[in-house]
């Protein structure tokens, strides 16, 4: 475990604690350089467009985990046409076919933890590896579970710095820049989907409320 780096994001969660996204994610960027990734799950791009104005060569990962929705792929698709940021798409070892084969079918209905590590967790592990820190667009108001999210973290797990520049945003504030920036949005969040994962696991919904419904599940592993 890096000691020094640990004490640091520890710090600068204190020290960044109420300051603008724009400056948490500049801080990030300045001081890991090309070893900061942003991870974007294409529900808005407001990372993705608040990175683009602060540093270009800063990469932005997502993970194509073989179950997203076709409007979820249209909007990575979208952002990497619009922004001149490196976009790197990473997928899981094993096509859908190739799980359902080893896994039995529908692996997301006997084991969804299972299949989220499969096709999220581990695969956002391979591409963190090289970098120092990681950003991505999660915030308090998503969830209960999300409610204690700091500015700059510790993953202990990864042994990374962990950045959520948008953590204190409310529903208005990502209203606000969207309409601001002109940001590209999912459609989906136009069609009653609040929250958007892959498709057999994601129903139209309130808040978190439309993510494996009628289940315990309420985090994926990632974060």
Known sequence: MDAALQSRALRAGEELEGAPAEEILGWAAEEFGMKLVVAASMAEAILVDMLARIRSDVPVVFIDTGYHFAETVGTRDAVAATYDLPLISVSPQLTVVGQDAVHGQDLYKTDPDLCCRMRKVVPLDRALAPYRAWA????????????????????????????????????????????????????????????????????????????????????????
């Open 136 to 223: 991505a667009g999660s915030r308090r108001a998503e969830s209960a579970g999300r409610a204690s999210l700091k500015v700059v973290d510790w993953d202990a797990r990864r042994g990374k710095v962990k950045i959520h520049p948008l953590a204190a945003w409310t529903d208005e504030d990502v209203d606000r820049y969207v309409a601001e920036h002109d940001v590209i949005v999912n459609p989906l969040l136009s069609d009653g989907y609040e929250s958007v994962g892959c498709w057999p696991c994601t129903r139209r919904g309130a808040g978190r409320d439309g993510r494996w419904t009628g289940t315990n599940k309420t985090e994926c592993g990632i974060h």
